[in-house]
């Protein structure tokens, strides 16, 4: 196995990871929904940090 | 009025009509009719409401009031000043879409949407579920998501879901951002990863705001935490819009 596949093991799945994603800002949404809830302009600060992190840690 | 069917609508004409359809204009019309008056709407706060206005349903629907911005005109108004300052018929029609398509999902509800302004101020209603604004964000949640229009959502994300890989970096540069010149102009000022969540972020926030809600709504809070979908529900709402 090269180490170039070795790597590509270690990453997650595209589906997983944004459904991790998901799952936290659902978290976060239930957690403080005044906060997190009312207006997409909430989730910018993750979807950016997420979309920023995808080609870093998925396959 | 609808929640988050209003973030995911403009994806579905996008996967539907392709390159026809703008997705940022599309989504710039689809939140228009709301984005200067909702606030006062709901007023302040969120778990203790504090009232702006002593009419919020006229203001938010009705004339006089601004409810001429859910009125097909308006779209048609600012999506002829589009035109006529880009020279791009695709950002005109888009924003045109989006906007007439978020009036169409508010005569749903029981107040409904003036559709033949300036001609007539009839509301177009169909009464599927309350419309609840004038009670504040937390209680207008737990209206909506119990009623049928937490169902209107849903269904907006349920068939969205068939056209997953519009989401992908993939599809978005071999897709989108060749066929809009928007992406073309912002990549001039900022990277990628930028303008990738510009381009997600409502159908991510479309999605998470329903399964949050719903949780929220019905295993967290304590008012009325029971699904309603009885026509014009929930029947605890005050009635609201024409009889």
Redesign the interface.
């Known amino acids: 196995m090269t180490e170039d596949q070795q790597s590509d093991r270690r990453r997650l799945p595209?589906w997983l990871y944004?459904l991790i994603?998901?799952a936290i800002?659902?978290g976060l949404?239930?957690l403080a929904?005044?906060l997190?809830?009312?207006?997409?302009?909430?989730?910018?600060p993750?979807?950016?940090l997420a979309?920023?992190l995808?080609?870093k840690v998925t396959r | 009025m609808s929640w988050a069917a209003h973030?995911l609508e403009p994806y579905l004409f996008r996967a539907k009509m392709g390159a026809r359809i703008s997705l940022v204009f599309c989504l710039l019309g689809s939140y228009s009719p709301d984005v200067l008056t909702k606030w006062a709407v709901y007023g302040f706060g969120?778990?203790h409401h504090h009232a702006l206005l002593d009419d919020p349903v006229q203001f938010h629907r009705g004339w006089p009031g601004a409810g001429f911005t859910h009125s097909p005109i308006y779209g048609v108004v600012v999506s002829g000043l589009i035109l006529l300052l880009s020279r791009n018929r695709v950002w005109a029609l888009s924003y045109l879409i989006g906007a007439v398509a978020h009036d169409l999902s508010d005569t749903l509800d029981s107040v409904g949407v003036m559709m033949l302004f300036p001609i007539s101020t009839w509301h177009m209603h169909f009464g599927l579920w309350e419309y609840v604004g004038e009670v504040g964000?937390?209680h207008d949640?737990v209206a909506y998501y119990t009623s049928w229009g937490g169902v209107w959502d849903a269904f907006w994300a349920v068939w969205l879901l068939r056209y997953w890989r519009m989401?992908?970096?993939r599809y978005f540069r071999d897709e989108i951002a060749p066929t809009d010149p928007f992406w073309a102009w912002m990549g001039r000022y900022t990277g990628e990863?930028?303008m990738?969540?510009v381009y997600?972020?409502?159908a991510?926030?479309?999605?998470?705001?329903i399964?949050?809600?719903y949780?929220?709504v019905l295993a967290?809070n304590s008012f009325h935490p029971h699904l309603d979908w009885s026509f014009g529900g929930p029947q605890w709402a005050p009635r609201q819009g024409p009889q």
């Open positions: 595209s944004w994603v998901l800002a659902v949404g239930v929904p005044a997190f809830l009312l207006g997409f302009w909430e989730m910018i993750l979807v950016l979309s920023w995808a080609p | 973030d969120f778990t964000r937390a949640a989401f992908s970096t990863s930028v990738l969540t997600r972020s409502s991510f926030f479309g999605y998470a705001s399964i949050g809600w949780i929220w967290v």
